[in-house]
């Protein structure tokens, strides 16, 4: 008996080893090697630590902006929804892990029965009973192990809603001061055009100039006034934007002046503005780093991780389902007869249920399972070039920025120089209203072109930094 026992529990063995059900997952999708792309410049940039392994308290130093940025992820709804959705998930695994553990109820019931002319009869059943499914081919753990893989999706979910909203808040925070910038250009520009128009009408009033210059040069110093009015009026619609973040009402966003913090490293403290966006400070690191703290790369391997065990599971509904039961109560039915008092009844059985014809579903699942896998190794591998792409035109951006920086520097110099010059010619009778128009329109674009690509630059290393899996700490 002892012999057969044994021979039997070794075919099942190699039966449970042949068909690999209880197989753990294992990573074996093939990522890309060059994820950054081959650009020297950018390769160039590569360093031992990425900038991406700073936490975001670390990268962003504003104090105004750190605190922005708690409050957002203290408050904001969506990412309550995401920590909702990682509790939700925790507890499917919960149950998922006490499958393995019996079923008990209590079910008392009690009848009343009358044959003609007879006494009623009372009869009652006090019974606990319990039923456990026995996980001789793997479904209960397959779908333990899914259940976990959902979890970790849904955790990293939540750190990619967190980079997210880090990196919006950022970006916001820093439009807010270029917008501050432009309205101070703006302002400075109201005061000097003011000035312009008040010597064209002089020499008008002199006899020195046309009546055509006085009202080019006012139509010129109205619409600065227009524009004074809009970036007024975008500075409320980010400062609201930003709000919405916080899920709280419209208010005044703190802040400080565009440039008196650090972005992202401190010895880049004497580059001025264009430490904001200097390349010589960017370490990216290597592409494994990014695999490691990309929670959407992360997110997508735990994907296929949930499609392999669901596959697992698929295969397993193939096998026999083998359920324990029984039950032990106390009643006063024995069977044709009532007895009084009553007596205790203990009972067990054992059941296995081999499908043998289910109209198809056992088969289109297991191919629905397998196609979802497919599919879900099609999207991490997508993912991986979509990440490298990012981080790729965030690190061009970041040079683009730098690169222009000095350019419009010294545009907004020699603009100066000319409308300066432009202006005391005018004074003198030497320039017409069109050549001063002209330098001031150019002065202006310019410098609000300048400040412009200042937040261009900001706004790439913020990209940059996410890209890598910054945020995530």
Known sequence: MKCKNIIAAAAVGLMLTGCGIYNKYEQNTQTVSDAFGTDESILAATGEKSISQMSWREFFTDPLLQQLIEQVLANNTDLNSARIAVEKSQAALTASKLAYLPSLYFSPQGTLAKFDNNPWSKTYDLPLQMSMDVDVFGSITNKKR????????????????????ISVTAQQYFMLQVLDRQLEILTQTDSLWNESLETEQALWENGKAYSTAVN????????????????????????????????????????????????????AMGEAEERMFNTKYLNIGIPAQMLERRPDIRLANYAIEEAFYNVQAARAAFYPGITLGGSAGWTNSAGGMVVNPGKLLLSAVGSLTQPIFARGRLIANKKIAKLTEEDMQKKYVQTIINAGNEVNEAMSSCMTAREKHAYLQRQVQVLHE?????????????ASYIEVLRAQESLLDAQLSSAMNMYNGAEAVIALYIALGGGSE
Do not use: F
């Open 216 to 267: 080019q040069m006012e139509a010129s110093y109205l619409s600065v006034k227009t524009q004074i009015v809009d970036t007024r009026r975008n500075i409320r619609s980010v400062e609201n934007a930003i709000c919405k973040l916080m899920a709280v009402s419209p208010q005044h966003i703190n802040r400080q002046k565009w440039g008196s913090s650090i972005l992202h490293h401190a010895e």
């Open 418 to 430: 000319a409308y300066t010059g432009t202006h005391e010619l005018m004074d003198n009778g030497k």
């Open 146 to 165: 899914a259940a976990k893989a959902v979890l970790l999706q849904a955790q990293m979910q939540e750190e990619a809603i967190r980079s997210n909203l």
